[in-house]
């Protein structure tokens, strides 16, 4: 299916053909900790009770309530103290009218006890850390304790045989931690997708070189591999292609193992570079024109490994700024499906522009901005100055992106817009 170049189509409707084209990626088992970030692919059943037996939340006596009833400072209740019990440690004998045993937070609840009185509420004697208890061979209680209390219940958390968790999930520190205390060490989670990237053009040199009279940098690659590696794919540079048939051709091939190819550059109309003969030449490709700002060139296909194995390719713009709002936009729902995972949508604000904020040629305008919160709450943006798409600075000064709409010819300061956030942790 090939669209015509001239034909200008939304965000939305690149994106949909896009996504169209992925699904998520098999799963695979590893180790707890490995799989943070990953989307659980399969129901977590306890394989016992959490906590797996009635224990104390304090410090304090492990009592019959009945026993301290009534008791207060004045007039206390004295217990005969059988037994002092660690946590880790289980009490086996009954404990009898008027007895009670010692007990750490943690420790099981000895049989025939039905609360603790913490020892706070208690004549335990103040001790200094690391000091041993002092065995007094009894106890005195100064305040009634109720039957239940301080008492964390068998199964109150978790209780064997139903899902803890269920599959779609994505892996956090809580998830991990709910699985080891279950002593689940190894969980499915649906594969990281891995995305070769390849940096087109003469022009362009890799860092760490010199670089001779009229080159550049390769900026895509590693900015696109950042993000790569940010959305949890695993990124796989394949260096720069050279404007030539064979080094291009060459190149693409190398990345065919991968599960996707990103490539940058040599998209545009009427570009003189032979990116586009070679893409079409390789495989299946449609080249687009977006109706944003930046990145308006975009293609989109894929090529055939040898295995038979369609391989997605996203073609960004050249253009430092471009490449990366593109990837932003359509790299990333495609690694996110990839993942298992369909909430990549970037959460949006409405924020007060301190800035004009001019769109003249009927795009959706992704001007880099930062946002930041005024006294009284509310959103403000400010954009971060230039916005060449070929600016990389206006992206590193950035933590949002306005999404100005294609029919609005201009936002002006004061102006409630919205924005996209892209970053919450670090505001530049
Ligand atoms: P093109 O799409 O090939 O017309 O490139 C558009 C602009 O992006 C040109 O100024 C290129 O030099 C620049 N450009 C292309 N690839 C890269 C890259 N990997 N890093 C930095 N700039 C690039
Ligand atoms: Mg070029």
Same mark, same amino acid.
């Given at each position: 299916?090939?669209?015509?170049?001239?034909?200008?189509?939304?965000?939305?409707? *690149?994106? $949909?053909?896009? @996504?169209?084209?992925?699904?998520?990626? /098999?799963?695979?088992?590893? #180790? %707890?900790?490995? *799989?943070? $970030?990953?989307? @659980?692919?399969?129901?977590?059943?306890? /394989?016992?009770?959490?906590? #797996? %037996?009635?224990?104390?939340?304090?410090?304090?006596?492990?009592?019959?309530?009945?026993?301290?009833?009534?008791?207060?400072?004045?007039?206390?209740?004295?217990?005969?103290?059988i037994g002092d019990l660690a946590a880790g440690y289980v009490y086996e004998r009954e404990i009898g009218p008027g007895e009670a045993v010692r007990i750490m937070t943690g420790a099981p609840m000895p049989p025939g006890s039905d609360a603790v009185v913490p020892f706070e509420e208690t004549d335990e004697p103040l001790r200094e850390p690391g000091e041993l208890p002092v065995k007094t061979g009894e106890v005195q209680v100064f305040k009634g304790a109720e039957p239940a209390a301080n008492i964390r219940f068998r199964a109150e958390d978790v209780q064997q045989g139903s899902t803890v968790i269920q599959a779609g999930r994505v892996m956090r520190p809580s998830e991990v931690g709910v699985f080891a205390s279950l002593g689940v060490a190894e969980v499915a989670v649906y594969r990281r997708p891995v995305v070769a990237i390849l940096s087109t053009g003469d022009e362009i040199t890799e860092p760490g070189k010199p670089l001779l009279p009229g080159r550049i940098y390769d900026a895509n690659a590693y900015s696109v591999a950042a993000l790569v590696r940010k959305c949890g794919g695993i990124p796989k540079l394949l260096g720069i292609a050279r404007d030539t048939v064979e080094d291009l051709t060459a190149k693409i091939r190398e990345g065919l193992a991968a599960d996707m190819i990103v490539t940058s550059a040599g998209v545009s109309r009427g570009d003189f570079d032979v990116v586009k003969d070679v893409l079409a030449r390789e495989g299946s490709i449609d080249f687009w024109t977006v109706r944003m700002k930046p990145g308006k060139p975009l293609a989109f296909g894929a090529f055939t490994a040898p295995d038979g194995r369609r391989v997605p390719h996203l073609g960004l713009p050249g253009n430092p700024v471009s490449s990366m709002v593109a990837f932003e936009l359509f790299g990333r729902p495609a690694l996110f499906t990839m993942l298992g995972r369909d909430d990549w949508e970037r959460p949006t604000l409405r924020a007060i522009t301190r800035d004009e904020v001019r769109n003249t040629d009927g795009r959706r305008f992704y001007a880099r901005c930062i946002v930041t919160k005024g006294d009284e709450g509310q959103w403000y943006a400010d954009l971060t100055g230039p916005q060449g798409s070929g600016i990389l600075t206006s992206m590193s000064a950035a933590n949002a992106l306005t999404v100005i709409p294609e029919d609005l010819a201009a936002a002006q300061p004061g102006d409630e817009i919205t924005v996209m956030m892209l970053d919450w942790e670090h505001a530049p």
């Open positions: 299916m090939t669209f015509p170049v001239s034909a200008m189509i939304s965000v939305e409707e *690149a994106r $949909g053909r896009i @996504l169209s084209f992925f699904s998520r990626l /098999p799963a695979e088992r590893k #180790p %707890l900790l490995d *799989a943070l $970030g990953q989307v @659980l692919a399969e129901d977590v059943v306890a /394989p016992f009770d959490l906590p #797996p %037996l009635d224990n104390t939340a304090m410090d304090g006596y492990a009592v019959r309530a009945a026993d301290t009833t009534g008791a207060t400072e004045a007039a206390p209740r004295t217990l005969r103290v």
